[in-house]
């Protein structure tokens, strides 16, 4: 299908505390060694999607050192590659976006410059396996002016999403974002399709009148004009949208069932290759179901926890049901439980971190404990 791609990774989550202090929440780590950003990138890759926005604006610094070399997604080709929008990177009366819609307006020459009668539009922080093929057939099926992608939530608390109300031919009725009382459990996923003409005619429509937001100023404003259709994702489909998610989505990838649909079937999720050694487990190190990454050396006990790249555990330390990021030293005799350490966490001969599920502990980057 011909379609080009925009990822939005704009937004603040003030919710991620400590994680997103000094990186983009688009770049944070998942999984041992992805970033979040590596599954809207392969989706749209795998998708035979070759020509791919990436726009920005809160630290983004990490996020670029990722992204630079964009033969690791399949892009970079002739007439195609990877592209990064910043507001700093372009011409406007302020250095920031006011909007989701207003970020793609800002580089509406993008969509100007390209061809294809298609536009996907994806969140940088979804965790998920998806073929964007088969939602533009389904647009083209429909005849829709806007598809969006939506999931059926059953008893999961979907106050904190855009909660949408379908009629029976799967026409979008209503919308309402983040609603204290629900009145249906199935939500958008925040990933579109439209025809690029349209978008940008609706872009330009919209500067016109101040508004600034997709879902406000086009989805609900426009539900009843245009033909927006939605459609149903069956697949694992998780958002890194506070430290319990985070946390909640790393553990997932403990079960094999997860991992096996993330990681060992294909098409699969592509990251930014890092040249490590293998790791390793000295006597006495003792692994259970846990993730263990290259360069990490291993002295201790690790349990039912993800441990990214280069980390050093002493000897009889305990690491169970945590998240511990690139770089990491786990002193000897320490206790690590229900924790998440950020990238070059220090922590001492004989410490004792324990978090509970309902607590979990966070270390910012470069802290010494």
């Known amino acids: 299908m011909k379609a080009v791609g925009i990822v939005l990774a704009g937004g603040k989550r003030n919710a991620l505390g400590a994680l997103t202090m000094q990186r983009n929440v688009a770049a944070i780590p998942i999984g041992g060694s992805y970033r979040a950003i590596d599954f809207a990138l392969s989706n ?8 791919v926005a990436v726009v920005c604006q809160h630290n983004t610094r990490s996020l670029t050192d990722h992204i630079t070399s964009s033969k690791w997604w399949g892009f970079g080709r002739k007439k195609t590659g990877l592209f990064l929008f910043t507001p700093h990177m372009i011409s406007a009366e302020t250095f920031s976006y006011r909007g989701t819609a207003d970020a793609i307006y800002q580089n509406i020459d993008f969509l100007k410059k390209s061809n294809e009668p298609y536009v996907v539009i994806t969140a940088c922080e979804q965790v998920t396996k998806m073929d964007y093929n088969k939602v533009i057939k389904y647009h083209i099926e429909k005849g829709a002016d806007i598809t969006v992608v939506c999931k059926e939530m059953g008893s999961f608390d979907v106050r904190d999403y855009g909660v949408v109300e379908l009629d029976e031919e ?6 309402e974002e983040k609603p204290l009382e629900p009145q249906h459990t199935t939500v958008s996923l925040g990933t579109y399709v439209i025809g690029r003409e349209l978008l940008i005619h609706l872009l330009e429509e919209l500067e016109s009148e101040a508004r600034y937001n997709i879902v406000s100023d086009i989805l609900i404003r426009y539900r009843r004009k245009l033909k927006i259709y939605g459609y149903m994702f069956t697949g694992y489909w998780k958002t890194v949208k506070d430290i319990e998610a985070f946390y909640n989505i790393n553990m997932d990838f403990l079960n094999a069932e997860v991992r096996t649909l993330l990681f060992k079937t294909s098409p699969h999720i592509y990251t930014k290759a890092k040249d490590e050694p293998p790791a390793k487990f000295n006597d006495h190190s003792n692994i259970s179901n846990s993730i263990i990454s290259g360069g990490d050396i291993i002295n201790g006990m690790v349990e039912e926890s993800v441990i990214f790249r280069k980390v050093f555990v002493g000897e009889n330390a305990v690491i169970k049901n945590s998240i511990i990021m690139e770089g990491c030293t786990i002193g000897r005799g320490a206790v690590l439980e229900n924790v ?18 309902n ?3 966070v270390y910012p980057k470069r802290s010494i404990i």
């Open 44 to 51: 749209l890759s795998n998708s035979g999607i070759k020509k």
């Open 340 to 357: 998440i350490l950020d990238k070059q966490v220090y922590v001492s001969d004989g410490q004792r971190l324990i978090g509970t599920p």
């Open 170 to 175: 799967s026409r979008l009725i209503n919308l």
């Open 359 to 361: 607590d979990i502990l």
